[in-house]
């Protein structure tokens, strides 16, 4: 499966912005999908991930009930609405593809294909 993310950029402090990835190659109907960031000099770390049916969400206590992930299975594309954004939240964004596996993976290492990231940047 080949990603590719879009959509980031430049917003204030408070602001939203969606961010998005589409498939190619493969279908991702049978994957559980999910975004990572990672901030200048930090580890990637878990965002948000949802089940292959979109039928389950999580989300990391950072960004939860700012964030909202979705995906659409027949567009094969997946995307994260980021409202309420803080300086905090800058990074690259990350989306992935793995195996649908219960309970669903928050971990990097649960997931086998990854797309290029995008750039947010959240001015103060």
């Known amino acids: 499966v080949q990603l590719q993310a879009s959509g980031g950029g430049l917003v204030q402090a408070g602001g939203s912005l969606s961010v998005s990835c589409a498939a190619a190659?493969?279908?991702?109907?049978?994957?559980?999908m999910a975004w990572f960031r990672q901030a200048p000099g930090k580890e990637r770390e878990f965002v948000a991930a949802?089940?292959?049916?979109?039928?389950?969400?999580y989300y990391a206590d950072s960004v939860k009930g700012r964030f909202t992930i979705s995906r659409d299975n027949a567009k094969n594309t997946v995307s994260l609405q980021m409202n309420s954004l803080k300086p905090e939240d800058t990074a690259v964004y990350y989306c992935?593809?793995?195996?649908?596996?219960?309970?669903?993976?928050?971990?990097?290492?649960?997931?086998?294909?990854w797309g290029q990231g995008t750039l947010v940047t959240v001015s103060s």
């Open positions: 949802i089940s292959w049916s979109g039928g389950s969400t």
């Open positions: 190659g493969r279908t991702i109907r049978g994957y559980n």
């Open positions: 992935a593809a793995g195996r649908s596996t219960v309970p669903i993976m928050t971990s990097t290492d649960g997931y086998a294909y």
